[in-house]
């Protein structure tokens, strides 16, 4: 990913981390955004990004469109991985795979 198209990602996922949290519209986003946060694989250091999800119960579905612009989920791939999201009414810990579900996209299931 360029430079300047990463600039813009991080500063939209601020803008809609900020809007998450905010108390007007956090309640009414936190039903379809969270944030995941996770340890690197190679790097040893915790991350933290904000996505969209669907949540069923203790299973959690992140659509990852434009997969192949995005590094997150490929901590997730093979046997998978621990990951904690931010859902309404407090932190939930899960276990992360990551599949590929089409042409540049990536579906993440969390059981919790």
Not at 37 to 58: I, K, L, N, Q
């Amino acid at each position: 990913m360029g430079v300047g198209i990463r600039r813009v990602v991080v500063r939209v996922n601020r803008g809609v981390d900020g809007l998450r949290r905010s108390r007007v519209l956090g309640p009414v986003l936190g039903r379809y955004f969270t944030a995941v946060s996770y340890t690197g694989r190679r790097s040893g250091r915790v991350f933290r990004t904000p996505v969209g999800y669907r949540r069923e119960g203790d299973v959690v579905t992140i659509l990852v469109m434009f997969a192949d612009a995005k590094r997150w989920w490929r901590n997730f791939t093979g046997e998978g991985g621990p990951l904690t999201l931010e859902l309404p009414g407090g932190d939930r810990t899960g276990h992360a795979v990551a599949e590929r579900s089409g042409r540049n996209r990536v579906t993440v299931t969390v059981r919790l």
